[in-house]
């Protein structure tokens, strides 16, 4: 049974403090790695892909990494507008394979 | 503008009721998906379609029916609401699952 655990659950950091979000994964087989940001009362949007470890991404603040194991959502020097919850997906190689959500990270940046 | 558009809303129920969901998207997509959202659980699979005509269960489809008559509409139905029903659901499409999927904006739904 494919899992994923994100961490920490909730993060709280100062505008332009840098952290970073966890996704750990257990899948048999990884077709993609996905990461969304959701707004309160929204739907999620879809952010980044992975496909394989040592893979990099990046969209203005954000810059997603994955292994072997787990996926990193790096956000440097945040924004108010940057709160959100993040979450993590993963997809296996298994015929109709649907995604597998992890419960997320609510981020919440202060000014 | 193109999307995935859910109605209603909002709603409220009374246990035992019916009723329908309906998810249309209007970017020719194949695969489409319900979820429901719950506090501290995440997104969970309800049923999902991968074309017209198609339907499959996913994690939680005990209580819930769907159906794919038309390639652009997906339809989550509840034949008789449960309190433990009460959530938040999330329509879902793509034509590409490694593209990412395009979510609606989700009904909320109260079983009383």
């Known amino acids: 049974e494919d899992q994923v655990t994100q961490s920490p659950e909730a993060l709280r950091l100062q505008e332009g403090e840098s952290s970073s979000l966890n996704c750990s994964y257990t899948?048999?087989?990884?077709?993609?790695l996905f990461w969304y940001r959701q707004d309160p009362g929204k739907g999620p949007e879809f952010l980044f892909t992975?496909?394989?470890a040592g893979e990099e991404k990046e969209k203005e603040r954000l810059k997603a990494t994955l292994t072997k194991k787990e996926s990193f959502l790096h956000i440097t020097a945040p924004k108010p507008e940057d709160s959100a919850t993040y979450l993590c997906?993963?997809?296996?190689?298994?015929?109709?394979?649907?995604?597998?959500f992890g419960k997320g990270t609510m981020l919440l940046v202060s000014p | 503008n193109a999307g995935v558009t859910q109605t209603p809303k909002f709603r409220v129920l009374k246990t035992g009721q019916s009723m329908t969901l309906l998810c249309a998207q209007d970017?020719?997509?194949?695969?489409m998906y319900w979820y429901r959202q719950d506090p501290g659980m995440g997104l969970r699979l309800i049923h999902y379609?991968?074309?017209?005509?198609?339907?499959a269960k996913g994690e939680v489809p005990d209580g819930y029916n769907v159906s794919r008559l038309k390639k652009q509409n997906f339809l989550l139905g509840l034949e008789s609401a449960a309190p433990s029903q009460t959530s938040v659901y999330f329509c879902?499409?793509?034509?590409?699952?490694?593209?990412?999927?395009?979510f609606g904006s989700g009904t909320r739904l109260t079983v009383v």
């Open positions: 379609s991968v074309g017209e005509g198609t339907t």
């Open positions: 899948v048999s087989g990884l077709r993609g």
């Open positions: 970017m020719n997509h194949e695969y």
């Open positions: 997906a993963v997809q296996a190689w298994s015929g109709y394979s649907t995604l597998t």
């Open positions: 992975l496909y394989s």
């Open positions: 879902a499409s793509t034509q590409e699952i490694l593209y990412g999927y395009t």
